[in-house]
């Protein structure tokens, strides 16, 4: 049973340049929530996705955007890339059931680095 | 406000048993969770706790929440240097979106 894949693993960008990231969330799950983890920090929430729509949304620009496919993958996009960017992106998985998510699951995430 | 708090270093002989400590500030959290990161690695869910639970053991791992201090702890018996990574406190705040502490770096020692 494939667990939470994420692609790229490693990426490189120079500011100003537009980024897609892609997650394949863990069979049986519906829901996608991407976090970006900066280098000595804590992952920090970006936004949640559920039934094809973004479903809450961490303190983040609208830089930051994303979608979820009718197969519950889901893609981050950034536009208009910062130094500050530079982070690793980690895709999280679970099943909402009662209004709550379960089997919170994490991806090894995309090293982004920006240049 | 919406922050975890957490000591950022530990190091202890293997062999000891390690306790890492987390307070949180928001007490609807209903989930508290501790996960571990290796380097270069994702995130590995190693225990979580109900908040209307005190206690929770699972072989090597002990959590204890007190939530009246809304303080959390995680305790590593028999410490392993396999067990040397970064632990991380999170809250399960609405729609099930979590809140995580900056992480505390395990070092354990032969």
């Known amino acids: 049973d494939a667990g939470v894949t994420q692609s790229p693993t490693h990426l490189i960008k120079t500011r100003g340049q537009q980024v897609t990231l892609r997650c394949s969330p863990k069979?049986?799950?519906?829901?996608v929530s991407w976090y970006q983890q900066a280098l000595g920090q804590g992952p920090q929430f970006i936004f949640q996705?559920?039934?094809?729509?973004?479903?809450q949304r961490g303190n983040f620009p609208d830089r930051f955007s994303g979608h979820q496919f009718p197969n519950y993958s889901s893609e981050l996009n950034v536009n208009a890339l910062l130094l500050g960017d530079s982070a690793l992106y980690l895709c999280?998985?679970?099943?909402?059931?009662?209004?709550?998510?379960?089997?919170?699951?994490f991806g090894s995430g995309t090293r982004l680095t920006v240049v | 406000g919406e922050d975890v708090e957490q000591s950022l270093f530990l190091s202890v002989r293997e062999g000891d048993s390690s306790v890492i400590n987390c307070t949180y500030t928001?007490?609807?959290?209903?989930?508290l969770y501790w996960y571990k990161q290796e380097p270069g690695a994702g995130l590995q869910l190693l225990t979580y706790?109900?908040?209307?639970?005190d206690m929770k053991q699972d072989q090597r791992l002990t959590v204890l929440l007190n939530k009246k201090d809304k303080h959390l702890s995680l305790r590593i018996a028999d410490t392993q240097t396999g067990d040397s990574a970064i632990y991380f406190c999170?809250?399960?705040?609405?729609?099930?979106?979590?809140?995580f502490g900056k992480g505390t770096m395990l070092l354990v020692s032969p």
């Open positions: 999280a998985s679970s099943l909402v059931s009662g209004g709550e998510a379960y089997g919170y699951t």
């Open positions: 999170a809250e399960n705040l609405g729609y099930s979106t979590l809140t």
């Open positions: 706790i109900f908040s209307n639970m």
């Open positions: 069979s049986g799950h519906d829901t």
């Open positions: 928001d007490s609807s959290s209903t989930y």
């Open positions: 996705y559920y039934e094809e729509e973004e479903r």
